[in-house]
């Protein structure tokens, strides 16, 4: 499978905001689920939000009431909005996309650093 296309980190100051893309490969019904995760520096990965084709979404609690999760799913992209951002949401921010096959594809990455 072709690796997903992040985009829409950058630096900002705490109490910014900044929204994430990322656009997957293949057909509208070949994708189940789309997320995003993190990875802090010296951290393990972690779940940010997901959501599924019909549109059920699950978000870490970290980032509940801050950041919305959104998917369009005839174009293969989901979407993550962040407000409110502090400094501990800065990390490296890794789309991830589950297809119908059991393939499970991360992107590369996106740095997304809030400064204080």
């Known amino acids: 499978q072709v690796q997903p296309v992040e985009s829409g980190g950058g630096l900002v100051q705490a109490g910014g905001s900044l929204r994430l893309s990322c656009a997957a490969a293949?057909?509208?019904?070949?994708?189940?689920?789309m997320g995003w995760f993190r990875q802090a520096p010296g951290k393990q990965r972690e779940l940010v939000a997901s959501?599924?084709?019909?549109?059920?979404?699950n978000y870490a609690d970290s980032g509940k009431g801050r950041f919305t999760i959104s998917r369009d799913n005839p174009k293969n992209t989901v979407y993550l909005q962040m407000n409110n951002l502090k400094p501990e949401d800065t990390g490296l921010y890794y789309c991830?996309?589950?297809?119908?096959?059991?393939?499970?594809?991360w992107g590369q990455g996106t740095q997304v650093t809030v400064s204080s």
């Open positions: 293949g057909s509208i019904f070949s994708i189940n689920v």
């Open positions: 991830n996309v589950e297809y119908s096959s059991g393939s499970v594809i």
């Open positions: 959501i599924t084709r019909a549109g059920r979404i």
